[in-house]
């Protein structure tokens, strides 16, 4: 069975940064979308954000937007994720996820975890002073 492999996470500080990679070079990526889910205890496992690995275009929840970056990179077929100005709130287990399908809503689209078929390991990240 192909496997998402991620890397990356650890401790940071609040406002610090840290780097995310998901090496998905055996999936189809042509005209689907790659990203990311998170889980802190206790809760449910939330979307964080996916690009489109055809087209580039990039999808980001409303609390990380404008602080996480996803990006591409072709040659080796690795998502990143860029997450900048961390707080507290961002600690959880982070999940690369494929193929993330948008349901279309109100503000653009949702996603959902129960759409994805393959998910990475996890990667725990942990934002404290």
């Known amino acids: 069975q192909e496997q998402l492999v991620e890397s990356g996470g650890g401790l940071a500080q609040p406002g610090g940064s840290l780097r995310l990679s998901c090496a998905a070079s055996?999936?189809?990526?042509?005209?689907?979308?790659i990203g990311w889910f998170r889980q802190a205890p206790g809760k449910e496992r939330e979307f964080v954000a996916a690009?489109?690995?055809?087209?580039?275009?990039?999808y980001y929840s409303d609390t990380v937007k404008g602080r996480f970056t996803i990006s591409s990179d072709k040659p080796t077929e690795t998502v990143i994720l860029q997450m900048n100005s961390l707080k507290p709130e961002d600690t959880a287990v982070y999940y690369c996820a494929f193929p993330i399908i948008g349901r279309p809503s109100r503000d653009g689209y949702d996603f959902f975890a129960q759409d994805i078929q393959t998910w990475g390991q996890g990667t725990q990240v942990t934002v404290s002073s």
């Open positions: 690009i489109s690995w055809s087209y580039g275009t990039t």
């Open positions: 055996r999936f189809p990526l042509s005209e689907r979308t």
